[in-house]
């Protein structure tokens, strides 16, 4: 049974720093695609960031140079620091798990989810 599970999100003022992270279980975790995304109210679900079972990684445009995504393979955890933060940033965050980081951006790739963690920059 895969679970994900958020912890991090918060209320921070815009400027500021969050790290998110994904606590994984119930599978093979360093082998797979890991990504975050966000959803903000009315918004379709967004990619933010992921990483790949050899480490590489990608962004989108909008986070680049200000957030960083990393794992620890021996921790089954995925991270997401945030710096730099910007009011367009507050939505719910999740993590999710994928068999290929081919597109990485699109939701529908990833097959678990966590139940997600709110981020608001205000």
């Known amino acids: 049974h895969v679970q994900l599970v958020e912890s991090g999100g918060g209320l921070v003022q815009p400027g500021g720093t969050l790290r998110l992270s994904c606590a994984a279980s119930?599978?093979?975790?360093?082998?797979?695609?890991m990504g975050w995304f966000r959803q903000a109210p009315g918004k379709e679900r967004e990619g933010v960031a992921a990483i790949d079972s050899d480490g590489s990684t990608s962004y989108a445009d909008s986070v680049k140079g200000r957030f960083t995504i990393s794992k620890d393979n021996a921790k089954n955890t995925l991270y997401l620091q945030m710096n730099s933060l910007k009011p367009e940033d507050s939505a719910m965050y999740f993590c999710?798990?994928?068999?290929?980081?081919?597109?990485?951006?699109?939701?529908?790739?990833?097959?678990?989810w966590g139940q997600g963690t709110q981020v608001t920059v205000s």
């Open positions: 999710a798990a994928g068999q290929t980081c081919g597109n990485w951006w699109k939701a529908s790739e990833f097959g678990y």
């Open positions: 119930g599978y093979t975790y360093s082998s797979y695609c």
